[in-house]
């Protein structure tokens, strides 16, 4: 578990061992995780967190989870946490209000710039690329929040449900198969997320 602040490097042979300028690729396969007032970034041993990725203040990952590149999470006004199995595709941001954490839970596909602030998304859910999930909402277990959607503040999406548009509206209800299918799919990008892992290592 990584509890400090600075650069977090998977490299074996690396001798980078603070927060300084290097080219990220040629010096060091290198995320940046920093403390903010205290707190500092907890990301599960088994994570996989991106080179360019940034990860600020108080935020927990859980294992098996991925945050690809580009993303950022600033967990400086509140906590951040991110379940297990999780993943958060490229150039996603997570950001909070101060009485509106962000709670991820486990198996949550958050697809490619997705912006996820001050909400609360149920196990095995859906967000769409392109998605916007504003503060004080809740976004239920199993359910899919439609590419480039926009969920409203205070919005609450029950559980296994298709929401889609700007405002997002609940459409349908997700069928039993297609919850399953986003298990699923929460776990093939596990599982290359530690493909990922082994490729940085080397």
């Not at 548009?165 to 997320?193: H, K």
């Amino acid at each position: 578990m990584i509890e400090r602040p600075g650069i977090r490097c998977p490299g074996r042979s690396c001798k980078v061992t603070a927060c300084t300028v290097i080219v990220v690729g040629r010096d060091c396969p290198v995320a940046l995780i920093y403390e903010f007032e205290g707190k500092y970034p907890k990301i599960a041993d088994d994570a996989f967190i991106a080179p360019d990725a940034v990860i600020i203040g108080d935020v927990e990952i859980g294992s098996g989870s991925s945050v690809w590149f580009g993303c950022v999470l600033r967990g400086d006004i509140g906590p951040i946490r991110i379940g297990e199995r999780t993943n958060l595709q490229e150039h996603t941001m997570v950001h909070l209000d101060f009485d509106s954490p962000t709670i991820l839970g486990d198996d949550v596909t958050v697809g490619h710039r997705a912006i996820i602030h001050g909400t609360r998304i149920g196990d095995g859910s859906l967000i769409g690329m392109g998605a916007i999930v504003m503060s004080y909402t809740t976004i239920g277990r199993g359910s899919i929040i439609g590419a480039g959607a926009l969920v409203s503040e205070r919005m609450e999406i029950p559980d296994a449900s298709l929401a889609i548009g700007m405002p997002a509206r609940v459409r349908r209800e997700v069928t039993a198969e297609e919850q399953e299918g986003l298990i699923q799919q929460a776990a093939r990008y596990s599982a290359r997320g530690q493909s990922f892992r082994g490729l940085m290592s080397k």
